[in-house]
C-alpha cells in the first residue's frame, strides 16, 4: 500500500519507522535491519537527537550482525548515522568493520566487548559462523578470478578453522 504513493513521502517515514519497531520487538533481525535502512533512507538525520541516533546505530548494527540473511554491511557502514557510535560504542563499528572483512582475528579480539551485550553473547557460535563465511567470501574475491582454486588448508587458516570444517563451511556458503 505504500509502495503505491509512488515518490517518497513522510509517510513512508512513519510507516518504515513503526514496521521496524514491530520487527525489533518480534526479534525479527533481518526485518528489523530491511525496515530501519528504509526508515533512514526517508528521514532527515538532524531531525533525530544524538541519543536517538545512538540508539538507531546501536540496533541497527545489532540486526546486521544477528541477521542470519545479511551478509553485506556496506550501506549501513557508509551511512552518516554509524558516525554516532564511534565516540559512544567504538567496539560496535569495529566489529561490523571486522564482518565487513570476514576478519576472524578482530572478531576475538573485540569478544569481551561484544560478550556484553547479552543478543551477541547468546549467539556466539552463529556470529562466528557468519564471519567465517564473509572471511571465506573476501578470501575468494581477493583471489583473481584465474586462480580461485582454494586449498582446505588456506581456507582454513583464514577464517581460523579446522582443516575438517572447512569443507562444511563452503557447503553453508554455497547454500547461503
Known sequence: MVDSLGEITPVHGSFYELSAKYYKVKGDYNSFYRDSLRYLGCINLDDLTAKQKQEHAFH???SALLGDK????GELLAHPLLESLKVACPWIVELLLAFNRGDMNKLEQLQPQWCQQPDLARNEVALKQKCALLGLMELT??????SRSIPF???A???KLPVDEVELLVMKAIFT
Do not use: P
Not at 545479511?70 to 554491511?73: G, P, R, S, T
Open 153 to 155: 588448508s588456506e581456507v
Open 70 to 73: 545479511v551478509y553485506n554491511f
Open 157 to 159: 587458516a583464514a577464517v
Open 60 to 62: 541497527i548494527g545489532l
Open 141 to 146: 574475491f581477493n583471489k583473481a578470478s584465474s
